[in-house]
């Protein structure tokens, strides 16, 4: 079963850092392009960033360019996507799901991916 686990939300004050992790268990993702998104509370969901399946290229909304940076660790036996997040402000406030797409290039589309987490809340207070 494929599973992606998401972790390192929590509470932190606006200008504050965090760093999420998502591993991926169940099948090899080493071919997987992986994406955060995120939604908060009345909105839709929005693309945050992500990186090709190559490892190689990374995309990220205008939103957070500068101030969230998005990698990977593929070893052999777990792959692990990160997002870290500096100068986070309240309106970096939501829900935050990881998502791979198989050979893709790092789309910000979300149906374009084809596994999801379940999320990691984040808040940030002013």
């Known amino acids: 079963q494929v599973q992606l686990v998401e972790s390192g939300g929590g509470l932190v004050q606006a200008g504050g850092s965090l760093r999420l992790s998502c591993t991926a268990s169940?099948?090899?993702?080493?071919?997987?392009?992986l994406g955060w998104f995120r939604q908060a509370p009345g909105k839709e969901r929005e693309f945050v960033a992500a990186?090709?399946?190559?490892?190689?290229?990374?995309?990220?909304a205008d939103s957070v360019k500068g101030r969230f940076s998005i990698f990977v660790s593929r070893d052999n036996a777990q792959n692990t996507v990160y997002l870290q997040m500096n100068s986070l402000t309240p309106d970096d406030t939501a829900v935050y799901c990881c998502?791979?797409?198989?050979?893709?290039?790092?789309?910000?589309?979300?149906?374009?991916?084809?596994?999801w987490g379940q999320g990691t809340q984040v808040t940030v207070s002013s």
């Open positions: 998502a791979a797409d198989h050979y893709g290039p790092g789309y910000a589309a979300d149906y374009e991916y084809d596994y």
């Open positions: 169940g099948r090899t993702f080493s071919n997987y392009a």
């Open positions: 990186v090709d399946w190559a490892g190689g290229t990374t995309n990220y």
